[in-house]
T-cell receptor, first 116, second 111 residues
Framework: NAGVTQTPKFQVLKTGQSMTLQCAQD?????MYWYRQDPGMGLRLIYY???????DKGEVPNGYNVSRLNKREFSLRLESAAPSQTSVYFC???????????????FGPGTRLTVL | DQQVKQNSPSLSVQEGRISILNCDYT??????FLWYKKYPAEGPTFLIS?????DKNEDGRFTVFLNKSAKHLSLHIVPSQPGDSAVYFC??????????FGKGTRLHILP
């Protein structure tokens, strides 16, 4: 039981390049989330998916797209990377369908992304 | 504008003593509060939570206190152990809505 896995662990991009961050969970959870964490900042929600087939914007969605490929997988795409997107990206999942604050969120280990 | 504030970026506490981490919030609609713990190079893990209908919740060495009138919560760790050295994020949420995280407090447990 791996929990929440993320690939890659590290990535360096040049400005303007695109890439997709992958996330998968094996807990049969309904909701999935993408956060970013910048130095001296808390976790900020980028996008979330309250159930398979639905996605919604979070606090900082600009410059990102997401796909809820199936119940297990939720990917985050940067179409044209910018230095401001240098950050650590965390994927999380929770059991309930629909955002419920009382549902514990389980986080992956993160992807450290640097955009030059 | 920060809705969840952790004003102490870091805190050092002697092993065996009490660690107290503080958190303030501004949104009166928040009714559920959480603490997450994060080690370097790992994702955050849930530690403890409290609903607004309570003023205290205890789980082993960890106790969270909520003062609604002051819009303040605190996490007490007693006794502090070396493995408690980590970054602690306070988080809050309105009912059935997204969680908002504070900036975190780095706790150092000194031998």
């Amino acid at each position: 039981n791996a929990g929440v896995t993320q690939t890659p662990k590290f990535q360096v991009l040049k400005t303007g390049q695109s890439m997709t961050l992958q996330c998968a969970q094996d807990m049969n959870h309904n909701s999935m989330y993408w956060y970013r964490q910048d130095p001296g900042m808390g976790l900020r929600l980028i996008y979330y998916s309250a159930s398979e087939g639905t996605t919604d914007k979070g606090e900082v969605p600009n410059g990102y797209n997401v796909s809820r490929l199936n119940k297990r997988e939720f990917s985050l795409r940067l179409e044209s990377a910018a230095p401001s997107q240098t950050s650590v990206y965390f994927c999380a999942s929770s059991e309930g369908a629909g955002v419920r604050s009382t549902d514990t969120q389980y986080f992956g280990p993160g992807t450290r992304l640097t955009v030059l | 504008d920060q809705q969840v504030k952790q004003n102490s970026p870091s805190l050092s506490v002697q092993e065996g003593r009490i660690s107290i981490l503080n958190c303030d919030y501004t949104n009166s609609m928040f009714d559920y509060f959480l603490w997450y713990k994060k080690y370097p190079a790992e994702g955050p893990t849930f530690l403890i939570s409290i609903s607004s209908i309570k003023d205290k919740n205890e789980d082993g060495r960890f106790t969270v206190f909520l003062n609604k009138s002051a819009k303040h919560l605190s996490l007490h760790i007693v006794p502090s152990q070396p493995g408690d050295s980590a970054v602690y994020f306070c988080a809050a949420s309105p009912r059935d809505d997204k969680i908002i995280f504070g900036k975190g407090t780095r706790l150092h447990i000194l031998p």
